[in-house]
């Protein structure tokens, strides 16, 4: 059997089996985006980690490596903006080609600067290595979240509001352009969508104002896609949810690269993954106060896109003429040994 | 100008200077193995990373799967060890490709969770990517140490002796054997510098009775070469060094090794690398009572190799007939862009 075999949730699945039971300072251990560890302080220590790997995640025609270290540190960010936590510190373990310029390493670290100082936090240390053929770029990203006051995957509870920040599907559209870049679109949309795609900008203090809230019973970001990410929270939570697909922000920008490539913005909405937006679970009572408490405290919007339900009637599309289909399992999420 | 015109350390210098100061909760940050973290416990949090990529560290041929994950933990806690503290946690970070058997996953986790139950800690998440080419294992981990009882290498005083823990050039006596299976050597020898080299063991207890003592000024662990680490602690602490070469720890496997490739075992101990044993100085007064603690509590050896002098004196070699010669910059030591 090989690695592409199991696919990637599979793989985790696996390790997990292999390593012992966490010892008790381990609040939440393998399987999530971050880990949750119990220092002797008031807050808890969140440690992640994300990697952008050459010709996987990026082609270097196609990025700047200023874009590039923005987005290594943004992917992090977002990790730990969807525990509603803060980031602190950062280590970069660097793998690189020995013929790379030194101008594209100073870029890089510029570029992560910028991001990481936005997230308040700061480089504190790494690794550099040698290596033959694709580069990669791995951060590992810690913070602090109140013990009382952060927001896992595994809360959902039926009949909750499941909203999400801002639009979906932007970064797949911006990801066609630079894959199709002589695809005809006006400039304003095609810059709107490959910014997206290159420099996402984590929803850190959302995530924050969300957790603070005390309503949000569960959250993730959207990074391997909103299907995907979904499933992730309704496995962890037990729970089934209703998709109102014409319920689901997909911009004008998206839609209107999907018409030139001849594809459907929805898919890329449900499935394009790497929107980095947050994506939360709210106690019906409560959704439009959250909702009201983003809008008027960051300017970012947030929209109902279906419902929490019986965890047997697992993740089901409700269509726009009020049919119901079951997801589909496969073709809607990243993943990184059964994508092509 | 490319990396490999730079260098591992001049990379590291240039990347320092383009980031900004530290903010005051960080101790120690980039250029030191180890980062050292104020938290709000009476411990600082220890964090590290350093990776195993494929066809530089190791190659497949030569390391099983299992040792593999153990080495990379090693590593790893072996910079823990030297700054005196005790790990924690684990995120481990890994680039494979997508035809990689799961069985080797499998051993490599299970080398992993032997070396890091052996540590007292626990892997408790992580990252996995396909990638293209040579593989790319990535460990961060974190750690901790009394706020009063850490050392760092930037501690060394003038008249010091410089120590060391067990022998040197032993790692680099088997990489020779790997690389050149044919050269006859007895079976004992080859299996002690091939584990050695395969599967290093960490002097976490050693590092900590070391540090509690009261009397180390400075320790780093030998990951790169005696020499090129001593000069790490003499540019930290603005000293000086001289090594008594005659008084350098050679085994005689290590002796047998060099002698069957025709080679010379003096060079290995000085700048071979990879021994993860490690490297301290202590006040002459003191010297003798921490060589006895360390081997009665752990059995370890520790050898006086030499003694902290004025900076202006550079590293210098003193050889058994009285003559001193300066230490010659280069080879003396791995650096990753510029070793072939």
Redesign the interface.
Known sequence: ??????G?FG??G??AG???S??P??VV??G?D??V?R?????Y?L?????Q?E???FVRESITAFQLGRRVVAINVSDIAAMGGTP??A?V?L?????????F??EL??GM?EQI?EAGA?????????????M?I?V?L?GRVPADKFVLRSGAREGDMIMVTNTLGDSRAGLELLRHPALKVSKSSRDHVETKHLTPQPRLLEGRILAGSGHVHAMADISDGLVSDLRHICRASHAGAEIWVDRLPIGPESREVAYAAGLDALHWAMGGGEDYELLFTVAPAFAANVQRAIENETGTKVHVVGQIVDELQGIQLSLSNGERIPCPPGPLGWD??AVS
């Open positions: 059997m090989r690695v592409s075999d199991l990637e793989l985790i696996r390790i292999l390593l012992p966490p010892p300072d381990v251990g393998i999530d971050v880990a560890l220092t002797s302080g008031p807050d220590l440690a992640t980690c994300d990697s790997v010709n996987v995640h602190t510190w280590l373990s793998a690189l080609p020995s013929d790379l310029r030194v101008g390493v100073d670290y510029l600067r100082l700061a480089v504190v240390g790494g690794n550099i290595s040698k290596i033959q053929g694709n990669v791995d590992f810690l990184h040994f």
